[in-house]
């Protein structure tokens, strides 16, 4: 639609369920949870995932949304000609401030229905980030609520420890 002209090439949008949605700009706690993030990733991950920031990610015909950060599974060559689909992913993190609200109730739903396997909302709000594992068609079998001063791990990779504090500020 950016090469149609019907969107500016700077616009924010997602494509989820068919419909074009406006995402807010974003703010400076945002953007440094996910450079915080994506530090972390590429130094504890090199050669064991593929990290992708704030990319599209297809999820289905008339679902796009471009998640914060994703995990994909390697090789990083097999998206030279499209973005990850589900079965690529290992993790989706979304960070959440203004979003929230939207980040629960429109992309949890459709990332259980994808299986993406683990969904994080790192909840800038609350300070915590909230960990969603075993999805599928009602959404996700199980949450836990990770606060401030414990570690969080991608259920793929046990050993790689993130600190809460280091991701909300």
């Not at 149609?4 to 974003?26: S, W």
């Not at 199980?142 to 414990?150: I, K, W, Y």
Request: proline letters at 9%.
């Amino acid at each position: 639609m950016a090469e149609a002209g019907v969107l500016g090439k700077d616009d924010r949008v997602e494509l989820i369920e068919g419909e074009i949605i406006k995402m807010p700009p974003i703010g400076s706690r945002h953007a440094l949870c996910v450079d915080t993030l994506m530090n972390v990733v590429v130094q504890k991950l090199a050669g064991r995932a593929w990290p992708r920031v704030q990319n599209p990610l297809r999820l289905s015909g008339d679902s796009e949304p471009e998640p914060d950060l994703v995990l994909a599974r390697l090789p990083r060559e097999r998206y030279r000609n499209a973005p990850p689909e589900p079965q690529d992913v290992i993790l989706v993190v979304e960070v959440a401030d203004s979003s929230l609200v939207y980040d629960r109730a429109a992309k949890l739903p459709l990332y259980a229905e994808a299986l993406i396997p683990e969904y994080w909302i790192v909840d800038l709000v609350r300070n915590r980030v909230e960990v969603h594992r075993n999805p599928g068609a009602g959404g996700y079998a199980e949450t836990v609520l990770v606060e401030r001063g414990a570690r969080v791990s991608p259920l793929a990779f046990p050993d790689i420890e993130i600190s809460v504090d280091d991701l909300v500020g």
